[in-house]
């Protein structure tokens, strides 16, 4: 049976394009979308799930998006929310880019036999970056494997993570605040919750998914009491996991000023110091200075939404209990070193003499330390500690390290760098501009069929692939995603993760 129904009048008129007759037609609670197909997988882009976020919504938690009378052209994607320059990252998206970005993308199988497992993509970027519009994060390839793909904007830089307090003066006493783009992220969640039935979805087996900031919005939705219930599955790319958040109106765990102060000392840099004066100031000028992600700008505790730190709600079983997935790249920030003044390269700054001998002796001497430290303390010790207490919360848990390079990998980095599996996952090796072999392509292959299995089921594993260890029935053993393709060892490098854990113990 046909998802959709085919259009067949001669041509709908529409704004601001014409439509052609024969694009698949559905109808959302805001009305009729009109999207497009291939044949195999409809698309239905640049969908609004909240109100824009403008005039007097700016530093508002999102609305309800409003209805529309005309079938709505659902062919292109919408503006990408305001940020700086990418920099190529190739998760950005498409120019234009406006504060009125609240928009999804839909990809879904045009034949089914029942509803089908729903993934929503949570895009990285440091909370300053990125975009659900990117080709990279097209949906149409895993749609062919039988799930509904959606991919969501939300607000980054200061237009998402910031507090004042003129705007804290304004707000009820039971509003959220500061934290505006992990309340898009869950108004996304909820329209998809509402709609998902219209694409062919079922809205009561549904996959978070995201990479890097991504991935800790993930982890984030994990302890976050209004999020329980939106999704049945998690995956975790690269999403830290030892981070601290800044409380709005506290100083943070380590002891940085809160959001609300940090938003103050902003303010007076533009003489702003009413809430109005803070709505009128020209949206490229919240972009300078940029906010830091892991220095705390961008990682908010809001009091509402997210409550308290992400380790902490997990060691105390308080996390969602879905399957999980999490892992990390082998190289991840390979150009990172921890002499570096940066919040990353501060992150050794407590080690004690000794500590720093051990880790020194673990790594092979100071150059192995200075290229693998930052990587460990930040991602892969901290993936590690979340699958063992997640485990240990008794929840389904798979591990896995990603350490697939092609030939063609431009970068000196001695492994896969931060973000480089995002085009395996959704099997979209042509968008990533430089050739790509035939074992790029099984690897690809393999991660998206993993996914979409697990998404379907809560378990990765299928015929016709090696297994992949659940970690609470095989302690301290992942897949390791390799140029050889996927096998299940043990942790590599465990010796380094347990000087990283005792570390950790120890200062916090």
Same mark, same amino acid.
């Given at each position: 049976m046909s998802l959709v129904s085919l259009f067949l009048a001669a041509v709908l008129v529409m704004t601001p394009s014409v439509v052609e007759p024969l694009h698949p037609r559905l109808t959302v609670e805001q009305g009729v979308l009109i999207g497009r197909t291939d044949g195999?997988?409809?698309?239905?882009?640049?969908?609004?799930?909240? /109100?824009?976020?403008?005039?007097? +919504?700016?530093?508002?938690?999102?609305?309800r998006a409003g209805a529309w009378s005309q079938p709505r052209d659902a062919g292109q994607v919408g503006a990408i929310c305001i940020q700086p320059p990418s920099g190529g990252d190739p998760g950005v998206g498409p120019l234009?880019?406006?504060?009125?970005?609240l928009t999804l993308n839909v990809w879904t199988p045009e034949q089914r036999d029942g509803p089908r497992p729903v993934m929503v993509w949570i895009h990285g970027g440091g909370f300053n970056n990125g975009s659900g519009t990117a080709a990279l994060y097209d949906g149409t390839n895993l749609a062919r494997r039988g799930v509904v793909v959606v991919t969501i904007n939300y607000r980054v830089g200061r237009l998402g993570f910031f507090d004042h307090p003129a705007l804290a003066a304004e707000r009820d006493p039971d509003e959220p605040g500061g934290n505006y783009g992990m309340l898009d992220i869950v108004a996304a969640l909820e329209w998809v919750r509402d709609n998902a039935a219209a694409f062919g979805g079922d809205a009561g087996?549904? $996959?978070?998914f995201g990479e890097s900031a991504g991935g800790a919005a993930v982890t984030r939705l994990m302890i976050a009491p209004g999020a329980r219930g939106l999704f049945h599955r998690a995956v975790v790319q690269s999403g830290l996991g030892r981070d601290?958040?800044?409380? #709005?109106?506290?100083?943070s765990a380590v002891g940085g000023p809160s959001l609300r102060d940090r938003g103050l000392a902003f303010a007076r840099t533009v003489g702003a110091t009413t809430a /109005?004066? #803070?709505?009128?100031?020209?949206?490229?000028? #919240? +972009?300078?200075? /940029?906010?830091?992600?892991?220095g705390g700008d961008n990682l908010v505790i809001d009091g509402r939404l997210v409550t308290g730190d992400v380790e902490a709600a997990f060691a105390a079983g308080r996390e969602a209990p879905v399957p999980l997935i999490i892992g990390t790249n082998s190289a991840e920030f390979w150009w990172i070193r921890p002499s570096e003044i940066s919040p990353y390269g501060a992150i050794d700054d407590a080690l004690t003499s000794q500590e720093r001998v051990d880790l020194y002796a673990a790594y092979g001497g100071e150059d192995g330390y200075r290229a693998h430290v930052v990587s460990d303390l930040a991602f892969?010790?901290?993936a590690r500690h979340l699958a063992r207490l997640h485990? /240990?919360?008794?929840?389904? $848990?798979? #591990?896995?390290?990603f350490d697939v390079v092609p030939d063609s990998n431009p970068e000196p980095s001695g492994g896969a760098t931060h973000a480089s599996e995002r085009p395996y996952v959704f099997d979209n090796l042509h968008t990533v501009g430089r050739p790509m072999g035939a074992r790029d392509e099984r690897a690809a292959k393999a991660m998206a069929d993993y996914w979409t299995t697990f998404a379907a $089921?809560?378990?990765?594993?299928?015929e016709g692939r090696p297994v992949w260890p659940e970690f609470g029935a095989e302690r301290d053993r992942l897949l390791e995603f390799t140029n050889d393709g996927p096998a299940a060892r043990p942790i590599p490098f465990a010796d380094r993760l347990d000087l990283i854990e005792a570390y950790y113990a120890r200062v916090r």
């Open positions: 195999a997988v409809a698309s239905f882009k640049g969908v609004p799930y909240a /109100a824009p976020p403008v005039g007097p +919504l700016r530093w508002r938690a999102p609305q234009p880019m406006s504060e009125d970005c087996n549904v $996959t978070v601290s958040g800044v409380p #709005l109106d506290a100083p /109005a004066d #803070l709505r009128a100031i020209p949206a490229e000028a #919240l +972009l300078r200075p /940029a906010p830091s992600f892991y892969n010790e901290p485990a /240990a919360n008794g929840h389904p $848990t798979y #591990l896995y390290r $089921t809560g378990d990765p594993n299928g």
